[in-house]
């Protein structure tokens, strides 16, 4: 259904190719599953068209971020479901081309049906968190910092809690389903990442990582970090990041097949999938096994 309702959406034009300038944890992900999907998002910048779970995921992140806006007392299930349509409205005049999600829908039927989606998805929250509670003091942080490497690293942090007594609390909304335990360290790394760039931005280790899953059951899994936790991201970010310079280097970013290439929109790029990669667009600095008489590039990560 999702690549049904976005198969004639409207995509946004290329940009020009460029070599990347840091890590966020959503693109630490793409090179970690498929290095070919990091360059044609990081390096190609190659289009791609509205999905209806992600733009449904960015809508009710939206909504949340907006309640806060309201007195404790006002912060209802009401008033967060009456914010859904506003912020659709919203949505829909800084990205016209999501008018796409829904080409074949004259009477609004289907537009109806994924805001009473995005409407469970809000009323979930509600089952696992008391707003009337919270009191965020930053809400959708961008937060960025250099490592002492010169690493980029950045992001944006959906909420910020601060206790009385001082202790740091970062958390983000998952419009999904809790994943597995063999899957939850892997979710975890996100909020790790995060909290490195807090600790070395503001010299802050923040308390405790929490994920609110607003899919399925629902769920929350919370997780407190020491030094030695975030030092050790620091350090698998560290090696992740000569891996990618490596492959800059050499244009070698293999495919690789994984659990989300039946959702990947570069099918037609990827050789597993009988397409071709687009010529590299920079310049190469060096051979495959100039280096590495294998041509391994992830021969070198510590």
């Not at 959406?9 to 090179?31: E, I, K, M, Q, Y």
């Not at 202790?167 to 939850?184: C, H, I, N, Q, W």
């Not at 790394?189 to 802050?204: D, E, H, I, P, T």
């Amino acid at each position: 259904m999702q690549q049904t309702e976005t198969s004639s959406a409207v995509v946004a034009p290329a940009r020009a190719a460029a070599a990347p300038t840091g890590l966020s944890p959503s693109r630490a992900g793409d090179f970690l599953t498929c290095p070919l999907l990091y360059r044609l998002r990081v390096i190609d910048r190659l289009p791609e068209p509205p999905s209806s779970a992600a733009t449904r995921g960015t809508l009710v992140h939206a909504v949340l971020e907006r309640l806060f806006d309201s007195p404790a007392a006002d912060r209802t299930p009401e008033q967060a479901l009456g914010l859904l349509r506003p912020q659709w409205e919203r949505l829909l005049g800084e990205r016209p081309e999501l008018a796409g999600l829904f080409p074949e829908d004259p009477d609004g039927a289907a537009l109806t049906r994924w805001l009473g989606d995005a409407e469970k998805l809000v009323a979930q929250w509600f089952r696992l968190e008391d707003p009337t509670r919270l009191h965020p003091v930053e809400r959708e942080l961008y937060v960025e910092t250099a490592l002492e490497s010169g690493l980029l690293l950045r992001g944006y942090i959906d909420r910020v809690d601060v206790a009385p007594t001082g202790e740091v609390r970062l958390v983000d909304y998952k419009t999904g389903r809790a994943p597995s335990r063999d899957f939850e360290g892997r979710a975890m790394f996100q909020m790790k990442f995060y909290a490195l760039v807090v600790w070395r931005w503001k010299g802050v280790l923040p308390r405790r990582l929490q994920l609110v899953y607003l899919g399925g059951g629902g769920d929350v899994v919370s997780y407190d970090p020491d030094e030695a936790d975030l030092l050790a991201v620091e350090r698998k970010l560290l090696a992740l990041w000569e891996r990618i310079g490596l492959a800059v280097a050499t244009g070698d970013f293999p495919a690789t097949r994984n659990r989300l290439c039946d959702w990947c929109d570069h099918r037609a790029s990827c050789p597993e999938f009988g397409g071709t990669p687009p010529p590299y667009p920079l310049p190469l600095a060096r051979t495959p096994d100039e280096d590495d008489p294998t041509g391994d590039p992830t021969s070198k990560e510590s």
